[in-house]
């Protein structure tokens, strides 16, 4: 069984009438990335402001290598956590040169600035060469680093990122999330990265907890978020997922676009609804198909169909680059996920019945 580096149990904090986190247990293992991840507004910022020690829970205990930081008797300063922050606006020093904005974080901590430390951590990110310049002489991307290195360097045991990568224009947030990750896996780092970005969740997090109205949904690896959401809100927040109606009989689920054949732990008549994402849906051009081409987005490598059942509900669904089809045709859909799906009752998850 993993270390626990940090641990919160029943904590809660509430600003005026408005509650940002509502009993939040969690618990992150040592050498591990967890991905916060939830819609502007769900209490992912608040929650790392808590385990900082910006904030002070209302309710609560926060554990930090088996060591009490909070709880209704005790309260331990950002200082004395021994906690890094990595900022979305940097906030580095412009007075600074690179190398005196990284050894801030040790003067801040022993008094001394050991040079040969600050040396190495500006080799790890990659920017030695910049060690004389100013935050204004780099580019995003480096102060970002900077940012990193600043926060790393006094080697705290838990190292918190907060939508470190919003400022960044979009080829080079690809390119700052692979280097940042392969930088914290390298040293064996234990972080928290907050973001709403669904995408940079399942890359970036070793486990994911998605938050809903300062609660945590569902806390699991990316692929146990990805592929078996336990709500309906975790299946719609992680990934433009469509609801199908469907009703449970004997072979599987009918719906209006033909019966699933995936049986589920329900009773018969029961009505649910699937979530389905675009490559879990194929068509073909029928004169008489059951859905209607309403749009098609080019995306490079594949096409991204809009389709209107009889219903007027709308499904969405990906096809090869080659096959082009315009607004307006007929087509026949249907499922074709390769897998079970994810069906919901009252926007619980059924499990499948095996």
Same mark, same amino acid.
């Given at each position: 069984?993993?270390?626990?580096?940090?641990?919160?149990?029943?904590?809660?904090?509430?600003?005026?009438?408005?509650?940002?986190?509502?009993?939040?247990?969690?618990?992150?293992?040592?050498?591990?990335?967890?991905?916060?991840?939830?819609?502007?507004?769900?209490?992912?910022?608040?929650?790392?402001?808590?385990?900082?020690?910006?904030?002070?829970?209302?309710?609560?205990?926060?554990?930090?290598?088996?060591?009490?930081?909070?709880?209704?008797?005790?309260?331990?300063? *950002? +200082?004395?956590?021994?906690?890094?922050?990595?900022?979305?606006?940097? $906030?580095? !020093?412009?007075?600074? @040169?690179? %190398?005196?904005?990284?050894?801030?974080?040790?003067?801040?901590?022993?008094?001394?600035?050991?040079?040969?430390?600050?040396?190495?951590?500006?080799?790890?990110?990659?920017?030695?060469?910049?060690?004389?310049?100013?935050?204004?002489?780099?580019?995003?991307?480096?102060?970002?680093?900077?940012?990193?290195?600043?926060?790393?360097?006094?080697?705290?045991?838990?190292?918190?990122?907060?939508?470190?990568?919003?400022?960044?224009?979009?080829?080079?947030?690809?390119?700052?999330?692979?280097?940042?990750?392969?930088?914290?896996?390298?040293?064996?780092?234990?972080?928290?990265?907050?973001?709403?970005?669904?995408?940079?969740?399942?890359?970036?997090?070793?486990?994911?907890?998605?938050?809903?109205?300062?609660?945590?949904?569902?806390?699991?690896? *990316? +692929?146990?978020?990805?592929?078996?959401?336990?709500?309906?809100?975790? $299946?719609? !927040?992680?990934?433009? @997922?469509? %609801?199908?109606?469907?009703?449970?009989?004997?072979?599987?689920?009918?719906?209006?676009?033909?019966?699933?054949?995936?049986?589920?732990?329900?009773?018969?008549?029961?009505?649910?609804?699937?979530?389905?994402?675009?490559?879990?849906?194929?068509?073909?051009?029928?004169?008489?198909?059951?859905?209607?081409?309403?749009?098609?987005?080019?995306?490079?490598?594949?096409?991204?169909?809009?389709?209107?059942?009889?219903?007027?509900?709308?499904?969405?669904?990906?096809?090869?680059?080659?096959?082009?089809?315009?607004?307006?045709?007929?087509?026949?859909?249907?499922?074709?996920?390769?897998?079970?799906?994810?069906?919901?009752?009252?926007?619980?998850?059924?499990?499948?019945?095996?």
């Amino acid at each position: 069984m993993q270390d626990i580096a940090l641990k919160l149990e029943g904590v809660s904090k509430q600003f005026g009438v408005d509650v940002a986190v509502h009993e939040l247990n969690l618990g992150v293992a040592r050498d591990q990335v967890l991905a916060l991840v939830g819609p502007s507004g769900c209490g992912k910022t608040t929650a790392l402001r808590l385990i900082a020690g910006f904030e002070r829970p209302d309710f609560g205990a926060i554990w930090l290598e088996n060591r009490i930081v909070s709880d209704p008797y005790t309260f331990l300063p *950002p +200082e004395k956590r021994g906690v890094g922050m990595v900022f979305q606006d940097y $906030a580095l !020093f412009p007075h600074m @040169t690179v %190398f005196e904005n990284v050894a801030f974080g040790l003067q801040a901590k022993s008094g001394s600035r050991p040079d040969q430390r600050v040396k190495s951590m500006l080799t790890l990110v990659g920017l030695e060469t910049r060690a004389e310049r100013y935050p204004h002489e780099l580019s995003g991307g480096e102060r970002q680093r900077i940012a990193l290195a600043r926060a790393l360097v006094p080697e705290p045991v838990l190292l918190l990122l907060d939508e470190p990568f919003s400022n960044l224009d979009a080829d080079l947030r690809l390119k700052m999330r692979e280097d940042v990750r392969v930088i914290l896996k390298g040293i064996h780092a234990t972080a928290i990265f907050v973001t709403h970005d669904q995408e940079e969740a399942l890359y970036m997090g070793d486990r994911l907890a998605v938050m809903n109205v300062g609660r945590i949904e569902q806390l699991g690896s *990316p +692929e146990d978020i990805f592929h078996r959401p336990q709500t309906r809100f975790v $299946a719609e !927040f992680m990934g433009n @997922t469509d %609801f199908l109606p469907a009703r449970v009989v004997a072979n599987g689920l009918e719906t209006e676009i033909g019966v699933l054949p995936q049986k589920i732990e329900a009773p018969l008549d029961t009505a649910v609804e699937i979530a389905m994402r675009a490559d879990d849906v194929s068509f073909a051009p029928e004169a008489g198909g059951n859905a209607l081409i309403l749009a098609r987005q080019f995306r490079g490598v594949m096409n991204f169909y809009r389709l209107k059942l009889p219903s007027g509900r709308l499904l969405h669904a990906y096809a090869p680059h080659t096959q082009i089809l315009p607004a307006g045709t007929r087509v026949r859909v249907w499922a074709d996920p390769g897998h079970p799906l994810a069906v919901f009752h009252d926007s619980k998850a059924i499990s499948p019945n095996n």
